[in-house]
């Protein structure tokens, strides 16, 4: 009596979900699985989402699935890595600035930019009313605590163990957070298709030199990170005909002057002519030093020159 009381509970339980007994007491394998279909299709609990298109949307949860990603390719995995035992710093020197931007053909020649896109940029400064201009090359940080690696969903940008922050356009969804989140405006985003895209279309991917281009991604300065594996300096450092730009390993406190070939020590570089860098209070801690604009070896003639300049 127990038992068949039990039965008819057991019954009565899963007519209520959809499923049904045949005679010998046994749940029909096809209802199972429909009821778990019925149960899969009702609505859950949503979340919001960001499409690549820059909308947000709305989707239940209960669709949402992992994102199957294949392996990392040879390029891919060592431009993660970097080079070990390397710490690369750059030194610009704008007492010697003179607003030539070989350094900005350099940069767009080598990485696939057309000549509005800029991942270095000279700018016209001035300090204060009564101080005298001076131009001031501007390429990413590479910050030691960089807080565009900290907003990307996914991955995308990282720095690598040689100081070097770079992008992985394979992983880039342009969603942008990181260009929102770098205080030094140092990324630009691929609106458009890149320059000479049929070109480059069968080029296999080298996250070092970020070629092809891609759009609907982010683009930065790499500090030609293709070229450092060759032993050889920055385009943009190589590229300058007046002595601007030093670049070196702070690991062996050596830089190297890109017009000159002359390498001095990094630190004596830094300390003797008052070197510092970009923002220090926000604690990004840039690999990108500055030197004063005293003593310089031309004359400033950009749009800022007037008569208050010259007193």
Known sequence: MKEETSNN???????????TVGAAGVVSGFSLLGAAKAAAQEPGETVNLLTQDGQL????KN????????????????????????????????????NARKCMDACQNHHQLRPDQHHINVLQMQDAEHTAPYFMPKPCQHCDNPPCTKVCPVDATFKRQDGIVLIDNERCIGCRFCIAACPYSARIFQWTEPKDAEKYKNLTYNIEANVPQKKGTVSKCLFSADRLRENKLPSCVSSCP?????????NEDAVTNGTTHETVRFSKLIEENAGYTLMPELGTK???YYLPPKNRAFEFNGDLLNEENLH
Request: hydrophobic share 35%; charged share 25%; net charge positive.
């Open 286 to 288: 840039p690999r990108v």
């Open 57 to 60: 949307v709305q989707v239940d």
């Open 63 to 98: 669709q949402l699935r992992p994102t199957v990603t294949g392996p990392l390719t040879e390029l891919q995995k060592r431009g993660r890595e970097g080079i070990a035992g390397k710490s690369f710093v750059m030194v610009i020197d704008l007492s010697k600035c003179r």
């Open 9 to 19: 509970s057991r019954r009565k339980f899963l007519k209520s979900v959809g499923l």
């Open 242 to 250: 007046n002595g601007v730009y030093y670049f070196g390993d702070q």
